[in-house]
């Protein structure tokens, strides 16, 4: 549609915009899934098209004249058919961006009105665009934002969760500090309702988070996906674990130790293919627990290498092993290499071909 708009044009301002299916101009923003899931149709174009629907746009527009190209843009496209053909369009990330600070956080309202009216089937590949736009408001708007996509989100079928959640998670990182505890645990109830299926990876992705929230809560949020682990199949703990491995080293001092021990526990009820994979990432872990903590997590996890069979990476273990010894303190270096040895002696039938220097 590159002519003029019809004579019928509402008069309606950008409140009365219309979202609907058609593929998205770019997917740039999307998480690694993201590719497939364009189906947002914004009513708004590129600012550097020069001639879209009738009207100029580009982006050497004064800002203050944005929002009106966008409103006037608006007008004519939402009054097009759902099977009309319409000029090229963008997603509302690109819309926000394009807008001043104080007309950001109205156009994503309005955006996320648009995709309340959406069918069901539509709503889920539009909410992942509009989490995506949280972090492009200005900073006092994102908590409101952030809500606000999460009670749309609440609203999803149990099997469309995953994708939208999972970009939701990621804005955590750009809320104001002090409102990303409450959101981590809003985030952490609605992956409880997911299917297991879903949820493994949804856990996954917000234990990434751990780190970005106030220092004084890591513990509270690192126990909240510890006892969410518990909740899912054996088989599908493995990769959760080794995301919370890397997460203990953001914890206080003070909190590390007893975080070890919970993933060293946890370990132990995985199939044995997985345990050597999870204890290799849990020896890595270990440099970074604090010095006076080091070799009790040294023997912890030598305690753990027999009970797994030959087969499964036990002389990858004791060789990763016994590389941590030359960062425990110099009193405790003796006795661990004399574990080693032991180790090697009873489960390869010789001395340790590895050792610390």
């Known amino acids: ?32 899934h ?52 319409g000029p090229r369009l963008i997603d509302p990330v690109q819309l926000i961006r394009a807008l001043t600070d104080g007309d950001r956080n109205a156009a994503f309202n309005r955006v996320a009105d648009s995709i309340d009216r959406l069918p069901d089937d539509q709503r889920s590949a539009s909410l992942i665009t509009l989490a ?19 009670s749309a989100i609440d609203e999803l079928p149990d099997d469309q969760l995953g994708e939208p959640l999972e970009m939701l998670v990621h804005q955590i990182q750009d809320l104001p500090h002090a409102d990303r505890s409450a ?36 513990r509270a949020a690192f126990n909240r996906i510890a006892d969410a682990i518990d909740g899912l199949p054996n088989d599908q703990r493995d990769e959760l674990l080794e995301e919370l491995v890397c997460e203990v080293a953001s914890l206080l001092d003070t909190d590390q130790p007893a975080a ?30 604090a ?10 996890i030598a305690d753990l290498i027999p009970t797994l069979p030959p087969d499964y990476c036990q002389a990858w273990l004791l060789a990763d092993l016994s590389h ?22 009873a489960q390869l039938g010789g001395p340790a071909k590895v050792l610390a220097d």
């Open 1 to 32: 549609m590159t002519g003029q708009p019809a004579n019928n044009t509402s008069a309606a301002s950008l409140d009365n915009l219309d979202i609907r299916s058609a593929p998205l101009s770019s997917a740039r923003n999307i998480p690694r």
């Open 34 to 85: 993201g590719a497939s899931h364009g189906t947002v149709y914004s009513v708004f174009p590129p600012l550097d098209d020069s001639s879209v629907a009738g009207r100029p746009a580009n982006n050497n527009a004064p800002d203050d004249s944005r929002g009106a190209i966008i409103n006037r843009t608006a007008d004519t496209i939402a009054t097009l058919p759902v099977n009309q053909p």
């Open 132 to 150: 995506c736009a949280v972090r492009g408001l200005p900073n006092t708007d994102r908590r409101a934002a952030f809500d606000r996509t999460a």
């Open 183 to 218: 959101a981590f645990d809003r985030m952490a109830d609605a992956i409880e309702r997911s299917p297991d299926d879903l949820r493994s990876e949804s856990l996954e992705n917000l234990a990434s988070q751990i780190e970005v929230l106030p220092d004084a809560n890591r």
């Open 260 to 289: 070890f021990e919970r993933i060293a526990d946890a370990i132990t009820a995985l199939p044995d293919h997985q345990q050597g994979v999870v204890l290799r990432t849990l020896i890595c872990g270990s440099k970074h627990l």
């Open 291 to 300: 010095p006076t903590d080091r070799s009790a997590a040294f023997n912890r």
């Open 324 to 345: 941590l010894i030359s960062v425990l303190p110099p009193t405790d270096r003796s006795a661990a290499l004399d574990r080693i040895d032991i180790l090697s002696a």
